[in-house]
């Protein structure tokens, strides 16, 4: 069962519990060191702070976690610590509610099961070393304190088996939800949107490197499996190279990848020059002019600032592109038959990557008449 609103609110009475259970059982207590270690242990404040720190440093994705989620969950580890200390035993996994709470908050926030399972293990090792200063100070025989450090170890497996049923549960909306975050992300990196803490956030997140360069990128439209196609493709190439990221989104795809990537067939791509994190929008905007003006010359391949040339200003500025068609077009349709016979072998040749034999082949015309009507 996923923790609910009302077993929200009965968290903190069961944690009152603890401290309650704790007290009943001293009425009986057959090792009074015990009791007050377990008791030293539920109360201890000293390790929470270095708790925190060790677990931002060891695990990137925590940064997600805010640093009150994290003092709640150590403290709640320390209590749950202190009752396997008190009964000798560690609880069975459908009794670590703390677990469950810790695995649906860490997930809500975007961090991975694996990284959920491992900031226990940091946690529970912080604790395992208090445990053991604290059990010279209340003079805890040494012969009994290695069984409760390996009491602590057997704790951290139940608590993962506990994690992974809750992970069980919550995964496939967790999935989902993290998908929309990072396509978020994503959308806010090419529109330049985000500030400095969400793109310092994201790039831990996503491991992207700050500092690198990225190339942009947007295909031209065509149907969703085709899309997919070329995502599964890119994806599949760079993944040797570096991190990649890649949103299909209104019939294309879009995206950040770590080098400039090879032609796809049938896929016409435009690239931003790379840039850094922060120059990220200001490339990828220059990729969706190389794109507009890609599709009114090409069907397909690879293209740049660099590929197009001057022709990436023709959709851009409108005046521009009225000025070539009346200086170039409008005489040739003014001179009756013989100008659509120029423009028609004129587009053939240019099709034909400048070829005249292959403009003479695929427009049945002899070379010579080609050369003519190339020359005028």
């Given at each position: 069962m996923t923790i609910t609103a009302m077993e929200r609110i009965a968290a903190p009475k069961r944690e009152k519990r603890t401290s309650a259970m704790i007290s009943a059982m001293s009425a009986q207590p057959p090792r009074p060191q015990l009791l007050q270690l377990a008791r030293a242990l539920e109360g201890d404040t000293t390790v929470i702070e270095p708790t925190v720190v060790k677990i931002w440093a060891?695990?990137?994705?925590?940064?997600?976690?805010?640093?009150?989620?994290?003092?709640?969950?150590?403290?709640?580890?320390?209590?749950?610590?202190?009752?396997?200390?008190?009964?000798?035993?560690?609880?069975?996994?459908?009794?670590?509610?703390?677990?469950?709470?810790?695995?649906?908050?860490?997930?809500?926030?975007?961090?991975?099961?694996v990284d959920v399972m491992a900031g226990f293990r940091v946690s529970?090792?912080?604790?395992?070393?208090?445990?053991?200063?604290?059990?010279?100070?209340?003079?805890?025989?040494?012969?009994?304190?290695?069984?409760?450090?390996?009491?602590?170890?057997?704790?951290?497996?139940a608590f993962s088996a506990r994690a992974a049923a809750a992970y069980r549960q919550q995964g496939v909306a967790v999935a989902l939800a993290e998908q929309r975050r990072r396509d978020r992300w994503l959308v806010d990196l090419l529109s330049g949107r985000q500030d400095a803490g969400e793109l310092e956030h994201g790039a831990t997140f996503y491991g992207l490197g700050r500092g690198k360069s990225y190339i942009p990128f947007t295909s031209a439209s065509r149907d969703a499996a085709d899309v997919e196609e070329l995502?599964?493709?890119?994806?599949?190439?760079?993944?040797?190279?570096?991190?990649?990221?890649?949103?299909?989104?209104?019939?294309?795809?879009?995206?950040?990848?770590?080098?400039?990537?090879?032609?796809?067939?049938?896929?016409?791509?435009a690239l931003g020059p790379p840039a850094t994190l922060e120059g990220i929008a200001a490339s990828y905007a220059r990729a969706r002019r190389v794109l507009a003006a890609a599709v009114l010359k090409c069907d397909d391949g690879i293209h740049t600032l660099e590929s197009l040339g001057w022709r990436i200003a023709v959709p851009a500025v409108p005046e521009?592109?009225?000025?070539?068609?009346?200086?170039?077009?409008?005489?040739?349709?003014?001179?009756?038959?013989?100008?659509?016979?120029?423009?028609?072998?004129?587009?053939?040749?240019?099709?034909?990557?400048?070829?005249?034999?292959?403009?003479?082949?695929?427009?049945?015309?002899?070379?010579?008449?080609?050369?003519?009507?190339?020359s005028r």
């Open positions: 060891e695990i990137p994705s925590y940064a997600a976690a805010s640093r009150e989620q994290l003092e709640a969950s150590v403290r709640r580890n320390l209590r749950l610590a202190a009752r396997a200390v008190l009964a000798g035993e560690v609880p069975p996994p459908a009794e670590i509610w703390e677990a469950e709470q810790a695995t649906v908050e860490r997930l809500s926030a975007g961090i991975p099961i529970i090792a912080s604790i395992e070393d208090r445990l053991i200063e604290l059990a010279a100070d209340v003079d805890v025989p040494s012969r009994e304190v290695i069984p409760l450090t390996r009491l602590l170890r057997q704790l951290g497996d995502q599964d493709t890119l994806a599949s190439r760079s993944r040797e190279a570096g991190v990649s990221l890649m949103l299909p989104l209104d019939d294309q795809l879009i995206g950040v990848l770590p080098d400039a990537p090879g032609p796809v067939a049938g896929h016409l791509i521009l592109a009225e000025l070539v068609r009346e200086r170039y077009l409008t005489p040739l349709r003014r001179a009756g038959d013989f100008g659509g016979d120029v423009e028609q072998i004129l587009r053939v040749y240019l099709d034909n990557e400048r070829s005249i034999p292959r403009t003479s082949e695929a427009s049945h015309t002899h070379v010579n008449t080609v050369r003519y009507r190339l």
